[in-house]
């Protein structure tokens, strides 16, 4: 079936089509506001690589994405594309290895490794939600699949395009160096308009005591309700509370293997560690004083809103979404059809339900914690606060003549991110971020190598780590900083210190770390992992 596009879809999707009429390699970023209709445009230059016999690869961030993806593709195409992750059965994934290896397989939709396949004739490449962190593998051959996707696309002489409505600061610094070409939607698709975003000062609008929802944020989700739509509340936390404290003696549950407070989960009714999946049942009273019912939950998960959301609304229907409620594709796919089929008016979930989906009904977003991301010391956390908001926020109103509301509850609504969420100038936070990056001298103006030091045996750790300082590389368009402990120092019983290399682009970084590193005998006790370009500084 084949969609109208309206002016401004058309305008891009006839340049990526005429991209891959040309059959060269050119990169593209795909730019437009939640909801503006980016995959129906990009659709377009797919169904132009078909015509000319041509694969193509549609990248996602998560496999979540996939399940309304692949209804969309089903409706303009009329079949389904080959699916990768890492969920499919060993027979399917040799099915669709033999069939991309043939040039059988037109289409494959896939998660970060589907940029592996032994492709016959690669007509284009798209990499949608080219932000999204996921595209970072973290363990073993540690790479970055938007960067490599590039050089894919390099290496096939094909077009590509980076598809985001919050694009990277990487991305939109190749934008303005002439690297990429930028094509824009600038309004949302078939006239529905961008939602309202209110926020809400936690300090002035005070929840009620062992509560989490202000009364602006529970009044907007009894009007929506009463209006005949739904509404989501968002907190990126799983279970019900994020740390487990004794009141008696002030014993703090902490996991025996990892740096890491224990979260308590209700469905399971025990302690879980998030890092390394170590558990144990709640205790009845105290492992340090043996005081009983003395274990109070501090903070709100999941689980924990939802509780509260029950008390004030005992005949709504609710819907819990979190990686423990939707464990597998199927369950997955369930409850995302049950939320666009109305068949539940409040939905409670975390980044599941933030990238992509389509809601027709939803008109109230209520964010419970629009500071959780902001702190720590990591380089993108603004950035990645501000992306993750905004796609949260572009769930809202999505049909016309159903005009969404965002509530965002903040202890602290003079930040950055907050205020540019409220002004809705996307490009002025960037412009600001791009400033504070250069004057700090830090990517996409620099280059960062991590290299972290780890081993089970803390002491060993600490010598050799203090071996490698002494030789570690230092000139004028070079540093080295470190070591220091992870900030999550121990993980899976593992001890890690870290190294951060920082140096001018003019710099070749990776040689220098290669003749660091190889410089020095690593004993078998102690793993070296090279992360350039880290995403993460944990």
């Not at 990526?16 to 230059?45: I, M, R, S």
């Not at 037109?106 to 962190?133: C, M, N, T, Y």
């Not at 004993?523 to 090279?530: D, F, N, W």
């Amino acid at each position: 079936a084949h969609v109208e596009l309206f002016e401004g879809q058309r305008a891009a999707g006839e340049a990526l089509v005429n991209a891959v009429k040309a059959e060269e390699f050119k990169p593209y970023l795909l730019d437009g506001v939640t909801g503006a209709g980016k995959t129906e445009t990009y659709f377009e230059a797919v169904a132009q690589a078909i015509k000319q016999n041509k694969q193509v690869l549609i990248l996602l961030p998560e496999i979540a994405l996939s399940n309304a993806f692949i209804s969309r593709f089903k409706e303009r195409f009329g079949c389904m594309p080959a699916l990768w992750h890492s969920s499919i059965t060993p027979a399917k994934r040799r099915m669709t290895w033999r069939g991309v290896a043939m040039g059988q397989t037109k289409v494959v939709v896939g998660a970060r490794s589907a940029l592996f396949l032994p492709f016959k004739d690669l007509g284009l490449i798209i990499v949608d939600e080219e932000h999204d962190a996921s595209y970072k593998q973290e363990e073993g051959v540690i790479y970055n699949a938007r960067d490599m996707a590039i050089v894919r696309a390099h290496l096939e002489k094909s077009p590509i395009a980076l598809v985001s409505a919050t694009p990277s600061l990487e991305t939109v610094h190749n934008v303005e160096t002439g690297r990429f070409e930028r094509l824009v939607l600038p309004s949302r698709f078939g006239g529905a308009s961008l939602p309202d975003i209110h926020i809400v000062d936690l300090k002035a609008d005070k929840p009620e005591r062992q509560a989490f929802l202000s009364p602006v944020v529970i009044e907007a989700v009894r009007e929506a309700i009463d209006n005949g739509t739904q509404a989501l509340l968002y907190l990126n936390r799983r279970g019900y509370a994020p740390l487990t404290v004794c009141r008696t003696c002030g014993h703090r549950y902490e996991c025996a293997r990892c740096t890491a407070w224990l979260v308590e989960h209700r469905r399971s009714q025990k302690l879980h560690c998030h890092h390394c999946g170590y558990m144990m049942p709640i205790p009845e009273k105290c492992t340090e004083c043996d005081d009983t019912d003395s274990l109070a939950p501090c903070g709100p998960g999941v689980e924990r809103i939802h509780e509260e959301i029950q008390m004030h609304f005992p005949d709504a229907r609710l819907a819990v979404l979190s990686s423990d409620t939707a464990q597998d594709n199927d369950a997955l796919r369930k409850a995302l059809d049950d939320i666009i089929n109305h068949e539940c008016d409040i939905i409670i979930g975390t980044q599941i339900l933030a990238k992509g989906h389509h809601f027709p009904h939803l008109s109230c977003v209520g964010v419970v914690d629009a500071d959780l991301g902001l702190h720590g010391g990591d380089l993108r956390a603004a950035e990645r606060s501000y992306q993750m908001l905004h796609q949260v926020a572009g769930r809202a109103g999505r049909e016309k003549g159903n005009r969404g509301s965002v509530y965002l509850q903040s202890y602290n609504p003079q930040s950055r991110v907050i205020e540019a969420l409220a002004s809705g100038d996307r490009d002025l936070f960037l412009e600001t971020e791009s400033q504070e990056r250069e004057m700090a001298h830090m990517p996409p103006f620099s280059r960062l190598v991590a290299v972290i030091v780890k081993s089970q045996d803390e002491g060993k750790m600490q010598d050799f780590a203090k071996q490698l300082a002494m030789s570690a590389p230092h000139h004028e368009k070079l540093q080295t900083y470190g070591p220091a402990p992870a900030p999550i120092y121990r993980i899976r019983g593992f001890y890690r210190t870290r190294f951060l290399v920082h140096a001018d682009k003019s710099v070749d970084v990776q040689a220098v770390v290669k003749g660091w590193l190889s410089s020095i005998k690593c004993p078998t006790s102690i793993k070296i992992q090279i992360d350039v370009d880290p995403q993460s500084f944990l």
